[in-house]
DNA sequence: AGGTTTCTACGAAAATCTTCGTATTAATTT
DNA sequence: AAATTAATACGAAGATTTTCGTAGAAACCT
């Protein structure tokens, strides 16, 4: 998978949670959080569809996109690339800082106990 | 705290785990894994002291760097920026993907646990 | 139909990051 | 001391990513 640029992982997330969109819905959620033009938004989202990240439905005039990529591969590529370029492929150290700084609650935190139980009784 | 890229991660790692370093040390560690010209390493670290990322300590002839952020806080800040960007938030979902995909000991589980619990006592 | 709005396409400027060539200076060797 | 080696500094080219202006086509409104 091509490794999303940070301005297209902020679209993907977008597409993740709202479902297929337009150019210009996607632009209005982008700009509850900064100012980005809408010619920006659409240029990006070009290079997306070229790139296979997103697909997009050209049947009607205002074209509609969704995500080509799960929101799953996404992060695990990318928790691979962060356990590798600052954790030194620690995963137990990767999970421990999360957790650290979590406010997980008791409800997450049984279910990752469950997860470790499941990975002991594997070995 | 600026964010380093990728090059400049590289060279942090290095000198996270070899401590003190000249320009020629580093490079020729970046070189194990791919060819980097002297003159670029030499250039981003002399970049990376700009911005604060590394000491430099010019009292002899060949300068010798050290970081001058902390892994912890590195990790930290790109932990938080995965956990908006890809994950939305919820960390849970990140330890969750990064533990089953990780080759985690016993006693590295075993440590998750106990923070877990102690996590839990404190609620 | 004419004017306005709303799209897409395209290209190029701007910004950021990476790479390296060249100049200069300092140390080392012969 | 001259030649070679090894270091820093600097600037600029390349590569990638982001931004946006402008043009043209389609839909909409009077």
């Known amino acids: 998978m091509n490794k999303p640029t940070e301005s297209e992982l902020e679209i993907l997330k977008v597409l993740w949670t709202k ?54 591969n996404v992060q695990n590529h990318m928790l691979d690339q962060l356990l590798e370029s600052a954790f030194g492929g620690s995963a137990s150290e990767l999970v421990m800082n999360a957790l650290g700084r979590s406010k997980a609650s008791q409800k997450e935190l049984d279910e990752i106990k469950a997860l470790i139980q499941k990975l002991e009784s594997d070995e």
Chains 1, 2 share one sequence.
Do not use: C, F, P, W
């Not at 920006?40 to 697909?55: E, F, H, R, S």
């Not at 996109?65 to 929101?71: D, E, F, P, R």
């Open 19 to 72: 479902g297929a969109s337009t150019v210009r819905e996607v632009n209005e959620i982008l700009n509850e959080a900064r100012e980005v033009g809408y010619t920006t938004t659409l240029k990006i989202m070009q290079l997306m569809a070229q790139k296979g990240l997103v697909n997009r439905d050209e049947s009607t005039r205002t074209h509609v996109y969704t995500a080509a990529v799960a929101q799953n």
